[in-house]
C-alpha cells in the first residue's frame, strides 16, 4: 500500500440538506407540550372559579394555546391583554392565565435566517 500524505478534509463539501449551524438563533418561550393536559387542567379550574361562561372558555382557550404553541408565550400573553382590554375576560382571569404561561414555558433555540 502505498503512502497518503494527509488529505485536506476542509475542501470537501457539506451537503446542501444540511442547515447552517453558524447561523444566528435565539431562544423562544413556547408551551410545554408534555404539560399540555396539566396546563388545561388549571386552567379550566381558573375560569369554573371565575364563573367564566363554558362556550367562550372553551373557544378562548383553544386560542391561547394555539399561540402560545405555534408563535411564542409573549403573543399568547399579548392576546390575553387585548381580550381582557376589550371586556371578555376579567383582570382574575389574565392573571391567573399570564402566571399559568409563566409556568408552563419550555425555551426552545430557533434559528432567525441566513
Known sequence: MAYRPNRNKSRAKKPSHY?????PSTRVGMLNQRRLGEFKYDVRELFVENQMDPDLATTFLASVIAKASRQSIKDAKDYVREQQASGAISKEVMDGLVYYLDRYTKY????TGE
Open 19 to 23: 442547515r447552517n449551524r453558524d447561523a
Open 108 to 111: 426552545q433555540s430557533q434559528q
